[in-house]
């Protein structure tokens, strides 16, 4: 509640018309029957009875002053009914203004706060339920909060007001709404205590049947080649059909209020009529009073019915609500010191030295005690088997997660003392997976560095053996990229993170299993480029293929979290058993 409290504050003064205005309506609303039973009262049955008392003269006179009567009072309902349509469209707009702007507010927060993630929060969520968070649940409390604002201040107006006025006008009638009231409440409890277990379920289903739905339709490929059609197609059968049937309940149950109330509707102004007839003709009671009577007795059960509503969205709401909550309270585990250190773009040794990392509720530590250094214009190639934390290292440096033990450098300072921004705009960073964004090969490619120029990106496509490929489109540099990057292939997509990583002109470059889905020759040009072009940077090339580490300058052996040997090629033959075991069951004697 903390956050919607805050998020709230730039709307009070709107919040504050909003009420304003709706009591206003339930005012009006409460004074239409008052002005009626005096239209009755006095305009009909009072000169009714001073007209046949009358004759002559007199009676003219007094037929005159009834129609001048009636069409006063007749306009005085009429501005009171049109000062209850202005207060209902300013409460629209006052309302509409205050839930749209404070959802628009709520989601930039969710969505500036998903932004600041590090991959240790990232794990937390999976990116649907970061996705409904922010614009489902959203809207969940938006829906709440208009709803809910009208619902609180009119009914209780409404529902009280209805009361003193109901008494005014026939106090012995109050049991005749006492026990419509009570009645109104048992059903609505019995109702209620049957559907609402099954609100929450709905919710559970609905999750859960975007979940089948979702994987079946990602996984389509996998379901044809595994002809599994008839089991995704049961999976998604039975959730549908779970969902069916708790909806069925719930409206089942709902529908039977329907009818219910409206039968107490109409039996509680028969009861009055019957009752009031009877006073009526003991001069007790003025018909007038009784009309008015009726309607009140009505705005008291509506004002119940309208609370009762209201019962049944917060819990929904609330649940929306502390989901956000969950996502805006989040402890970012990343974050960047107050006086942190910007370094200069010039040549970067990266040193680690007595690394420990563990995953955030993983079980146990994935890197320990690693201690290298990674020195400019050398290539560091890290080898070993899967599984055995390379990536985990190399996340370490653009601080995508923490350590927990020792420390990494950047020319000697901490990368946990650096400015964010700078220690990202020192690192050319090829994931492992490589993902393109939705657009042109030169939007994607340009995104990573704005200021460059037409020549930088047709010289980083060089580097990275892409230029033959695009070239062969007619489009070039503008083909189409969908989604996600699916319309190109595994190798031609890795090639492009890789030039979009070198337009980045950046002085530390990881490369992150980059060179996995390319053929070897194209692999040997690359490297290649790599070296001539890139002469001055930091290389660390993650690879599982010895041929394709071979020549670096420094081969890091990793095997369950630890460095097991480092040196060069030739000096690892020698010293390292596990390097030698990978080299031997990869290339001939000769070749090693
Ligand atoms: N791991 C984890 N949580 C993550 C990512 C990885 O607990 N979010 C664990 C994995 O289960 C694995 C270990 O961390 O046991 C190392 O993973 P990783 O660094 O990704 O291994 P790689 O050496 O990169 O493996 P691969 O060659 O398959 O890329
Ligand atoms: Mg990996």
């Given at each position: 509640?903390k956050?919607?409290?805050?998020?709230?504050?730039?709307?009070?003064?709107?919040?504050?018309?909003?009420?304003?205005?709706?009591?206003?309506?339930?005012?009006?609303?409460?004074?239409?029957?008052?002005?009626?039973?005096?239209?009755?009262?006095?305009?009909?049955q009072?000169?009714?009875?001073?007209?046949?008392?009358?004759?002559?003269?007199?009676?003219?006179?007094?037929?005159a002053?009834?129609?001048?009567?009636?069409?006063?009072?007749?306009?005085?309902?009429l501005?009171?009914?049109?000062?209850?349509?202005?207060?209902?469209?300013?409460?629209?707009?006052?309302?509409?203004?205050?839930?749209?702007?404070l959802?628009?507010d709520?989601?930039?927060s969710?969505?500036?706060?998903?932004?600041?993630?590090?991959?240790?929060?990232?794990?937390?969520?999976?990116?649907?339920?970061?996705?409904?968070?922010?614009?489902?649940?959203?809207?969940?409390?938006?829906?709440?909060l208009?709803?809910?604002?009208?619902t609180?201040?009119?009914?209780?107006?409404?529902?009280?007001?209805?009361?003193?006025?109901?008494?005014?006008?026939?106090?012995?009638?109050?049991?005749?709404?006492?026990?419509?009231?009570?009645?109104?409440?048992?059903?609505?409890?019995?109702?209620?205590?049957?559907?609402?277990?099954?609100?929450k379920?709905?919710?559970?289903?609905?999750d859960?049947?975007?979940?089948?739905?979702r994987?079946?339709l990602?996984?389509?490929?996998?379901v044809?080649?595994?002809s599994?059609?008839?089991?995704?197609?049961?999976?998604?059968?039975?959730?549908?059909?779970?969902?069916?049937?708790?909806?069925l309940?719930?409206n089942?149950?709902?529908?039977?209020?329907?009818?219910?109330?409206?039968?107490?509707?109409?039996?509680?102004p028969?009861?009055?009529?019957w009752?009031?007839?009877?006073?009526?003709?003991?001069?007790q009671?003025?018909?007038?009073?009784?009309?008015?009577?009726?309607?009140?007795?009505g705005?008291i059960?509506a004002?119940?019915?309208?609370?009762s509503?209201?019962?049944i969205?917060?819990?929904r709401a609330?649940?929306?609500?502390?989901?956000?909550s969950?996502?805006?309270?989040?402890?970012?585990?990343?974050?960047?010191?107050?006086?942190?250190?910007?370094?200069?773009?010039?040549?970067?040794?990266?040193q680690?030295s007595?690394?420990?990392?563990?995953?955030?509720?993983g079980?146990?530590?994935?890197?320990?005690?690693?201690t290298?250094?990674?020195?400019?214009?050398?290539?560091?190639?890290?080898?070993?088997?899967?599984?055995?934390?390379?990536?985990?290292?190399?996340?370490?440096?653009?601080?995508?997660?923490?350590?927990?033990?020792?420390?990494?450098?950047?020319?000697?300072?901490?990368?946990?003392?650096m400015?964010?921004?700078?220690?990202?705009?020192?690192?050319?960073?090829?994931?492992?997976?490589?993902?393109?964004?939705?657009?042109?090969i030169?939007?994607?490619?340009?995104?990573a560095?704005?200021?460059?120029?037409?020549?930088?990106?047709e010289?980083?496509?060089?580097?990275?053996?892409?230029?033959?490929?695009?070239s062969?489109?007619t489009?070039?540099?503008d083909?189409?990229?969908?989604?996600?990057?699916?319309?190109?292939s595994?190798?031609?997509?890795?090639?492009?993170?890789?030039?979009?990583?070198?337009m980045?002109?950046?002085?530390?470059?990881?490369?992150?299993?980059?060179?996995?889905?390319?053929?070897?020759?194209?692999?040997?040009?690359?490297?290649?480029?790599?070296?001539?072009n890139?002469?001055?940077?930091?290389?660390?090339i993650?690879?599982?293929?010895?041929?394709?580490?071979m020549?670096?300058d420094?081969?890091?052996?990793?095997?369950e979290?630890?460095?097991?040997?480092?040196?060069?090629?030739?000096?690892?033959?020698?010293?390292?058993?596990?390097?030698?075991?990978?080299?031997?069951?990869?290339?001939s004697?000769?070749?090693?």
């Amino acid at each position: 509640m903390k956050h919607i409290k805050e998020h709230i504050k730039p709307y009070i003064p709107l919040l504050i018309a909003s009420i304003i205005f709706i009591a206003a309506q339930a005012y009006f609303n409460l004074m239409l029957p008052n002005v009626m039973s005096q239209l009755v009262n006095v305009g009909i049955q009072e000169y009714f009875q001073k007209i046949s008392a009358a004759t002559g003269e007199r009676a003219r006179v007094l037929i005159a002053e009834q129609k001048e009567y009636i069409y006063k009072t007749g306009f005085k309902m009429l501005l009171v009914a049109m000062g209850t349509s202005l207060c209902a469209l300013a409460v629209q707009y006052f309302n509409a203004r205050m839930g749209t702007g404070l959802s628009r507010d709520l989601r930039r927060s969710v969505f500036a706060k998903i932004e600041s993630f590090s991959s240790a929060e990232f794990d937390q969520f999976s990116t649907a339920s970061l996705i409904t968070r922010s614009t489902n649940d959203v809207q969940q409390v938006q829906m709440m909060l208009s709803m809910g604002v009208r619902t609180l201040v009119f009914a209780p107006v409404m529902g009280i007001g209805g009361v003193v006025m109901a008494m005014k006008k026939a106090p012995s009638m109050a049991w005749i709404n006492a026990l419509s009231v009570l009645l109104v409440l048992g059903l609505i409890s019995c109702v209620y205590s049957l559907a609402l277990p099954k609100f929450k379920l709905i919710q559970e289903l609905v999750d859960r049947l975007n979940l089948i739905a979702r994987e079946s339709l990602s996984g389509l490929m996998v379901v044809r080649a595994f002809s599994t059609q008839k089991y995704e197609e049961e999976r998604f059968d039975k959730a549908s059909n779970d969902y069916r049937k708790t909806n069925l309940f719930v409206n089942r149950v709902m529908s039977f209020m329907g009818p219910t109330m409206s039968l107490i509707q109409s039996l509680v102004p028969v009861a009055i009529v019957w009752i009031g007839a009877e006073k009526i003709a003991r001069s007790q009671l003025l018909v007038g009073d009784m009309m008015a009577y009726i309607q009140y007795s009505g705005n008291i059960m509506a004002a119940f019915m309208m609370i009762s509503g209201i019962f049944i969205m917060i819990p929904r709401a609330m649940v929306s609500v502390n989901r956000i909550s969950e996502v805006l309270d989040t402890q970012d585990m990343v974050v960047e010191k107050e006086d942190a250190v910007v370094l200069p773009k010039g040549r970067c040794d990266v040193q680690f030295s007595g690394v420990n990392f563990a995953y955030p509720g993983g079980d146990g530590e994935v890197l320990s005690d690693i201690t290298f250094t990674a020195k400019a214009g050398q290539v560091t190639a890290i080898i070993g088997s899967t599984g055995c934390g390379k990536t985990s290292l190399v996340n370490l440096i653009p601080r995508l997660y923490d350590v927990t033990g020792g420390s990494v450098k950047i020319n000697g300072v901490d990368v946990r003392d650096m400015n964010m921004k700078n220690l990202r705009d020192l690192i050319g960073y090829v994931p492992q997976k490589s993902v393109l964004f939705s657009g042109t090969i030169r939007s994607n490619l340009m995104a990573a560095n704005p200021g460059a120029t037409e020549d930088d990106m047709e010289k980083a496509c060089e580097i990275a053996q892409a230029k033959e490929f695009i070239s062969a489109k007619t489009e070039g540099y503008d083909y189409p990229i969908s989604q996600g990057g699916t319309n190109v292939s595994g190798g031609q997509r890795q090639r492009l993170t890789i030039a979009r990583a070198i337009m980045k002109m950046s002085p530390i470059y990881i490369f992150d299993d980059s060179f996995s889905a390319l053929d070897f020759t194209t692999d040997l040009k690359l490297r290649k480029a790599l070296k001539q072009n890139l002469s001055d940077a930091t290389i660390i090339i993650v690879g599982q293929r010895v041929a394709s580490i071979m020549d670096a300058d420094l081969i890091l052996v990793m095997d369950e979290g630890r460095i097991v040997g480092q040196g060069t090629h030739k000096q690892l033959l020698e010293s390292c058993e596990e390097y030698r075991e990978i080299a031997y069951s990869q290339l001939s004697k000769e070749e090693v």
